[in-house]
């Protein structure tokens, strides 16, 4: 099975708004990635977090890692029509060089 | 950007038929990775390589061969296509060190009809 799952599948907000997505995952794990792929395109990485860090910023991004949860959310500040896309968390099974996907969450940003 | 290239962009294949998918880096990077991605299910890995001619199965890899020959080329084959492996495959390498970003090449639509 994978070992991230991105909730809530889909988010609809207007331009200003915060998104906010959050990735659950099953293993230990080294590092949480977060990638975002526009529609029919490749994925791009966004932000990694550390197994030891509980808070990592990047721009509008915020990313935090509860490990004793299991689980990471990714803030998106102040929306732009541009930030429209799907988001997925990445993690690294036990540590390994496994990296495994979950499902994703499509964030649709409406002008 | 990361030199990556996936090759064919698109290919229409028979059922039977086999098929091979060409990815192709610049990086020198040891880790490469196939995916594939279907509506609902996200990214699922179907193998990954750690190295010329070690690699691994993933999540999702039965019907699915891979071969490292080369740092720089990782080829996932599917020795008889069915229409259940219409997908989009997608390859990535991961940068060297443990805390790296991985890189996407541009993907592959493949549809067996």
């Known amino acids: 099975s994978q070992q991230g799952e991105e909730d809530p599948q889909a988010l609809s907000i207007q331009e200003g708004e915060n998104a906010t997505m959050n990735c659950s995952y099953k293993t230990s794990i080294n590092n949480l990635q977060w990638y975002r792929q526009n529609s029919g395109r490749g994925l791009v990485h966004l932000i990694l977090i550390r197994s030891n860090e509980r808070e990592k910023h990047s721009g509008r991004l915020r990313v935090t890692l509860d490990t004793s949860k299991k689980s990471s959310s990714l803030l998106i500040t102040a929306s732009r029509a541009a930030d429209t896309a799907s988001y997925f968390c990445?993690?690294?099974?036990?540590?390994?060089?496994?990296?495994?996907f979950g499902k994703g969450t499509k964030l649709t940003v409406n002008p | 950007d990361a030199g990556i290239t996936q090759s064919p962009r698109h290919k229409v294949t028979e059922t039977g038929t086999p098929v091979t998918l060409r990815c192709h880096q610049t990086e020198n990077h040891r880790y490469m990775y196939w995916y594939r991605q279907d509506p609902g299910h996200g990214l699922r890995l179907i193998h990954y390589?750690?190295?010329?001619?070690?690699?691994d199965k993933g999540e999702v890899s039965d019907g699915y061969s891979v071969s490292r020959s080369k740092t720089e080329d990782f080829l996932l084959t599917l020795e008889s296509a069915t229409s259940s492996q219409t997908s989009v495959y997608f390859c990535a390498i991961l940068g060297p060190g443990r805390n790296t970003e991985a890189f996407f090449g541009q993907g592959t639509r493949l549809t067996v009809v």
């Open positions: 990445a993690t690294d099974q036990g540590g390994s060089e496994k990296l495994v």
């Open positions: 390589s750690y190295g010329v001619k070690d690699t």
